[in-house]
């Protein structure tokens, strides 16, 4: 979200007066036109609710209705632009719905069915039409009638107006973005945990789950040659031994990838230092954290990590690398550098914009500074949250 534009406060016209200046102008242009822009308004808002609502009973109404609802968006966009241009009034533009392609068809439906800009650009757009009559009606007579208080009467019709766009079509409050963002942003959540358990079941069946099987076959035939021809079945006792110690390996590999214990009983200092010791990069590892953050912030916190120093390990040629955390007021800061080659970017495939939308998800931030040539610096920002919440808070 950006922080409102100092250059789109409402340019004030100055008060009434008998006279007829730009202002007063511009004010009658916009009373004369509200009547065939109300119109076009409601035809549009009564045809989507009268076609959507009959088309409910059939799998087309809700997707008519949703496409109707970002059409609305468009005619605020109009109606804001005619407010600015005529009446100085300058809102801010709404926020764009988060429609991402990867949150799936029926996510994209429903967040654009819940779209509160559209609903109230309808209900502008249905409240208008009387409006209209009224401002055409009333203006259009003064010209006649009333000329000389007609710039009277112009202004206090123009600032119902001006009431009426602020009121209808200005962006939603921040809360209410910040809840739309979030709840698409708990799509890539759900997408990366139903990724992320595909991968648990495929390593458990191609890894420890098949060795596991070799092992017991490879026992089984020991046990029967174990009366015939010890020798042979030692021999395969042996190599049985080493299957075990590879079995177990690999689930050590799996459980650490889900949540390694390091972390759960120690905190972050050791779990990432025992990241940095496998990388294949020299990695100092500094920690300043006087106590821990919540379960699940620490658990981001070290897979962010985890994932940058391997891309350092395959793609940035680096010779050091640092990692540094730290906590600022109530959010956990990670930074980790490198003197490798740079070029790393939200787009170029390294995993990075799954990162960022992972962080995202939470309301953390994630910056890449990456110049060709280098060095790289990723900068993560995430909610501390206090360690004493119940479970499965600390994912918002």
């Given amino acids: 979200m950006t922080a409102p534009d100092p250059s789109a406060a409402d340019h004030r016209p100055p008060p009434a007066r008998f006279a007829f200046d730009q202002h007063t102008w511009k004010e009658i242009a916009h009373l004369l036109a509200n009547l065939p822009v109300a119109v076009f308004g409601f035809v549009y808002v009564f045809s989507v609710l009268l076609v959507s609502g009959v088309l409910t009973l059939t799998v087309v109404g809700f997707p008519l209705l949703a496409a109707s609802l ?14 600015r241009g005529l009446l100085g009034v300058r809102v801010e533009e709404p926020t764009p719905l988060p429609l991402r392609k990867g949150g799936g068809l029926f996510q994209r439906l429903w967040m654009a069915l819940k779209d509160p800009v559209g609903w109230r650009t309808l209900l502008y757009d249905l409240i208008r039409l009387p409006w209209g009559v009224l401002t055409f009606a009333v203006t259009f007579s003064s010209l006649f009638v009333l000329w000389p208080v007609l710039p009277f009467i112009a202004r206090g019709l123009a600032n119902a107006d001006r009431a009426m766009v602020r009121a209808l079509l200005s962006p939603s409050d921040e809360l209410e973005r910040r809840i739309a963002e979030l709840e698409s942003d708990r799509g890539v959540v759900v997408d ?39 020798d042979s079945a030692a021999a395969m006792v042996e190599e049985a031994h080493g299957e075990v110690k590879l079995a177990l390996q690999e689930l050590r590999d799996l459980a650490r990838g889900i949540h390694p214990a390091v972390l759960t ?22 920690t300043d954290l006087a106590e821990r953050p919540a379960a699940a912030i620490e658990g981001i916190a070290y897979f962010t990590v985890s994932e940058l120093l391997q891309n350092v390990s395959k793609h940035s040629a680096a010779r050091s690398a640092s990692v540094e955390v730290w906590r600022s007021e109530d959010r956990l800061m990670l930074q980790v550098w490198d003197d490798g080659r740079g070029g790393a970017r939200l787009d170029g495939g390294t ?17 890449v500074d990456s110049p060709t040539g280098g060095p790289t610096t990723v900068t993560a920002e995430l909610p501390w949250r206090d360690r004493t919440q119940a479970p499965g808070q600390g994912w918002g």
């Fill in 265 to 286: 009983d120690r905190g972050l200092d050791a779990a990432l230092s025992s990241v940095a010791s496998r990388c294949t990069v020299p990695v100092k590892v500094t």
């Fill in 192 to 230: 990366t945990a139903a990724a992320d358990l595909r991968r648990i079941e495929r390593d458990l069946h191609d890894g420890a789950q098949a060795r596991l099987v070799s092992l017991a076959m490879g026992l089984g035939l020991a046990k029967e040659k174990l009366l015939e021809d010890p």
């Fill in 351 to 367: 995993g990075m914009r799954g990162l960022a939308e992972r962080l995202g998800a939470v309301d953390g931030l994630f910056v």
């Fill in 70 to 83: 970002l059409g609305a968006r468009q005619l605020g966009k109009l109606e804001r632009a005619r407010a």
